[in-house]
């Protein structure tokens, strides 16, 4: 004869009810994520802004780092625009099959602007003079063209709409 047991049947109803409270912790998990994601879901949400960083790092890869004499300042600026040249391309790219547009473009009157009213100078500085080209700003230091500002034009167009907006990139 087979004798059943109620402390078997305690157990399996006490695994039920721990299971059964677990459940929402676990669903609550698998929706949040973890950082990392909400982090990655940033860049997927604001593609604007994810193209400032891109062109923020860009600019501050293409250092020149005295490659070039102040003299050849504009071959300088030829080679900061062909060192972005892939990262542009990639960008514009990028978001393509996901519907999204990101059209990059140098801006001639920002850079100026920003000749004006930023290259850096002033007492105690032995920098010379800032000089747009096309968007790129080198200045004179120490007789060699250093890259102190990229301006672009940047219009980001999605299924909800369309923004514009310049950015200045500074390699600093």
């Given at each position: 004869?087979?004798?059943?047991?109620?402390?078997?049947q305690?157990?399996?109803l006490?695994?039920?009810?721990?299971?059964?409270?677990?459940?929402p912790?676990?669903l609550?998990?698998?929706q949040?994520?973890?950082?990392?994601?909400?982090?990655?879901?940033?860049?997927?949400?604001?593609?604007?802004a994810?193209?400032?960083?891109v062109?923020?790092?860009?600019?501050?890869?293409?250092?020149?780092d005295?490659?070039?004499?102040?003299?050849?300042r504009?071959?300088?600026?030829?080679r900061?625009?062909?060192?972005l040249?892939?990262?542009?391309d990639?960008?514009?790219g990028?978001?393509?099959?996901?519907?999204?547009?990101?059209?990059v473009?140098?801006?001639?009157?920002?850079?100026?602007?920003?000749?004006?009213s930023?290259?850096?100078?002033?007492?105690?500085?032995?920098f010379?003079?800032?000089?747009?080209?096309?968007?790129?700003?080198?200045?004179?230091?120490?007789g060699?063209a250093?890259l102190v500002?990229?301006?672009?034009?940047?219009?980001?167009?999605?299924?909800?709409?369309?923004?514009?907006?310049?950015?200045?990139?500074?390699?600093?």
């Amino acid at each position: 004869m087979v004798r059943v047991s109620r402390r078997g049947q305690l157990v399996l109803l006490t695994a039920a009810v721990v299971a059964a409270a677990l459940a929402p912790a676990l669903l609550a998990y698998l929706q949040l994520g973890y950082h990392a994601d909400r982090d990655a879901a940033a860049d997927f949400e604001d593609p604007a802004a994810n193209a400032v960083r891109v062109l923020d790092r860009a600019a501050f890869e293409a250092r020149l780092d005295g490659d070039y004499a102040w003299a050849n300042r504009t071959r300088a600026a030829d080679r900061v625009r062909a060192t972005l040249r892939p990262r542009i391309d990639r960008l514009a790219g990028s978001r393509v099959a996901d519907g999204t547009a990101t059209l990059v473009s140098y801006n001639a009157t920002a850079a100026r602007a920003w000749v004006e009213s930023s290259c850096p100078g002033g007492d105690g500085r032995v920098f010379g003079p800032c000089r747009a080209d096309g968007g790129v700003v080198v200045q004179e230091r120490a007789g060699e063209a250093a890259l102190v500002a990229v301006a672009f034009d940047v219009r980001v167009v999605t299924e909800r709409g369309e923004t514009r907006l310049t950015v200045v990139a500074t390699p600093s």
